[in-house]
Every structure is written in structure tokens, then in C-alpha cells.
Nanobody, 119 residues
Framework: QVQLVESGGGLVQPGGSLRLSCTAS????????MAWYRQAPGKQRELVAL???????MHVDSVKGRFFISRDKAKNILYLQMNSLKPEDTAAYYC?????????????WGQGTQVTVSS
């Protein structure tokens, strides 16, 4: 019922910037949190940035000061602004949302968008 679709990935040179978007559709309400995850080849998927509650945000140390998560509530779009990109940021980036189900939270995932940082 809920669909998340990411866009904005691509090939970027080190030091460049990129903005990822995640558009939610379907019965998207009673949202608990939204987040961006990433997964590099041979590594586990990791949380990058989280937006919870009334709008509080958290960014992991490796991206703090460079990446910024935000949300357009009216349009149901989640953004990840990525600045000063490094080769180690190369990964598939996934949009995640948690909504309140009848008795427990429900996780929703996008299909992922590839970000490659290379010269």
C-alpha cells in the first residue's frame, strides 16, 4: 500500500554535491520516522540519517556536517542533501519509513538509488 521511490543518484566527483529524494505514495500516514540507509559492496546496510517525532534529526559521525536530512511534509518527500562527497560515500542509498500499524510499527523501503563518488 505504501511505496517509496528514490531518485537523484548518480556519478559525482569527490568534493561534489548531490541531493537524493524519496517520494512516498499510497496510504502514507501515522508516520513514526523516516531515514536514509546505505549499503556499500561487501558491507552491511547502515543508518546514515534519521528524522523522528516532531522533526528531530540525527546523522552518523561519518557524514555529520556534510549530509543533511529533511522532509517536505505537504508533498511527502524526504531529502538527503550530500555535500563534500568522498569516495567512501559510494553506496546504494535506501529510503526507509516506519508507520504505525494496528498494533506495531511497519517498515517500508524504497528500491534504492546508486551513488558513486569517483574521479
Amino acid at each position: 500500500q505504501v511505496q517509496l521511490v528514490e531518485s537523484g543518484g548518480g556519478l559525482v566527483q569527490p568534493g561534489g554535491s548531490l541531493r537524493l529524494s524519496c517520494t512516498a505514495s499510497g496510504e502514507f500516514f501515522r508516520v513514526i520516522s523516516m531515514a536514509w540507509y546505505r549499503q556499500a559492496p561487501g558491507k552491511q546496510r547502515e543508518l546514515v540519517a534519521l528524522l523522528v517525532g516532531g522533526g528531530s534529526t540525527m546523522h552518523v559521525d561519518s557524514v555529520k556536517g556534510r549530509f543533511f536530512i529533511s522532509r517536505d511534509k505537504a508533498k511527502n518527500i524526504l531529502y538527503l542533501q550530500m555535500n563534500s562527497l568522498k569516495p567512501e560515500d559510494t553506496a546504494a542509498y535506501y529510503c526507509n519509513a516506519q508507520t504505525q500499524g494496528e498494533s506495531s510499527p511497519i517498515d517500508h523501503w524504497g528500491q534504492g538509488t546508486q551513488v558513486t563518488v569517483s574521479s
